[in-house]
C-alpha cells in the first residue's frame, strides 16, 4: 500500500501522554492537514511519524514498509520529507547553497525537482538567488525551508504550520506554492491552526484536540462544522 498510514499512535513527553490512538491516512498525491489548537498535539504527530519523539506506540507504515522503528535520516531516505516549524537555513549560506545542501539523487515515482522548478513555485526566491539566509525576511525563510526539503526528491512532506508568522501576502504565496507541488504529484501532510489556509490547499482534514482525533472529513464539512470543532 502507498502513501502514509499511522495507526494507534500514542506518544509521551516524560510521564505525560500527549497522543491517544491517533489514526491517519494520506494517500498518494493527495494533500491533508491536521487542524487544531496551540498545544494540541499537531507538531509532536508529526515529530512522532519522523521518530523525533522517544517514546511511542502504534503502527506507521511509508509506502508499505514499517517507519516505526527507523531512525529520522533512514525514514527521510525513504523519500518522507519533513519541514519543522522552526526555520534551519543556513544564514551564512546565500538561497543557491542552502538548496544545494538539501539536494538527494532521484526517486522513482516521486515528482524531481530542479531549481528552475523551484523558483517558478517560490518566485521571490529566484530573485534573490545569491542572497544570505541570514539577510531573508521570515516569511523568505519559510519559503527557503519547503524549498530546500523539496531538494530531496521526496514523496511526501510534513510541513509544520507553514502559515505561521506570515504576513497575508506571503500566506497566499505560500498556499500557492503548496498546490503546485500537488499539481507535481506530492503527497502533503500539514499542519494548521489557520483554517483559510487549510480550505485553499487541502483535499481532506483532520480535527487534533488534547491529543484526540475529534473529526475527520473534507474541508467543507469542516467548514460547517467548525463551531463544533473548533470553536471560531
Ligand atoms: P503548537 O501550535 O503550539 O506547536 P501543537 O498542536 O503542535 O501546538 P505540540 O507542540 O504537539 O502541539 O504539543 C502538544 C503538547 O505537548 C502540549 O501540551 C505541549 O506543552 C507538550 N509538549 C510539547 N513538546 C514537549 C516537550 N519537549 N516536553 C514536554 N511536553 C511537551
Redesign the pocket.
Known amino acids: 500500500m502507498t502513501g502514509l498510514q499511522v495507526a494507534e499512535l500514542n506518544a509521551w513527553?516524560?510521564r505525560?501522554q500527549?497522543?491517544f490512538q491517533v489514526d491517519i491516512n494520506v494517500n498518494e498525491g493527495e494533500v491533508v492537514v491536521l487542524v487544531?489548537?496551540?498545544?494540541?498535539?499537531?507538531?509532536?504527530?508529526?515529530?512522532a511519524i519522523m521518530n523525533l519523539v522517544q517514546r511511542t506506540t502504534g503502527d506507521r507504515h511509508f509506502d508499505g514498509r514499517s517507519i516505526a522503528e527507523l531512525r529520522t535520516s533512514a525514514i527521510a531516505r525513504l523519500g518522507l520529507g519533513y519541514v519543522p516549524?522552526n526555520r534551519r537555513i543556513f544564514g551564512r549560506l546565500t538561497v543557491m547553497e542552502n538548496l544545494y545542501v538539501g539536494q538527494q539523487p532521484r526517486r522513482p515515482n516521486a515528482p524531481l525537482w530542479t531549481v528552475e522548478r523551484l523558483f517558478e513555485i517560490f518566485p521571490n526566491l529566484g530573485r534573490m538567488r545569491n542572497r544570505l539566509g541570514s539577510e531573508m525576511s521570515g516569511g523568505e525563510q519559510q519559503m527557503l525551508t519547503v524549498a530546500r526539503t523539496l531538494m530531496g526528491n521526496p514523496r511526501l512532506i510534513l510541513l509544520?504550520?507553514p502559515s505561521?508568522g506570515l504576513a497575508p501576502v506571503i500566506v497566499q504565496q505560500m498556499a500557492a506554492a503548496v498546490r503546485e507541488m500537488k499539481r507535481d504529484g506530492l503527497a502533503i501532510l500539514l499542519?494548521e491552526?489557520n483554517l483559510h489556509f487549510a480550505k485553499a490547499v487541502a483535499d481532506r482534514a483532520y480535527v487534533?484536540e488534547?491529543?484526540h482525533l475529534r473529526f475527520q472529513g473534507t474541508l467543507d464539512s469542516l467548514f460547517a462544522a467548525r463551531a463544533t470543532y473548533l470553536s471560531v
Open positions: 513527553y516524560g505525560a500527549i497522543l487544531g489548537k496551540n498545544g494540541a498535539g499537531k507538531t509532536t504527530t508529526l515529530k516549524e509544520d504550520e505561521e499542519s491552526q487534533i488534547k491529543g
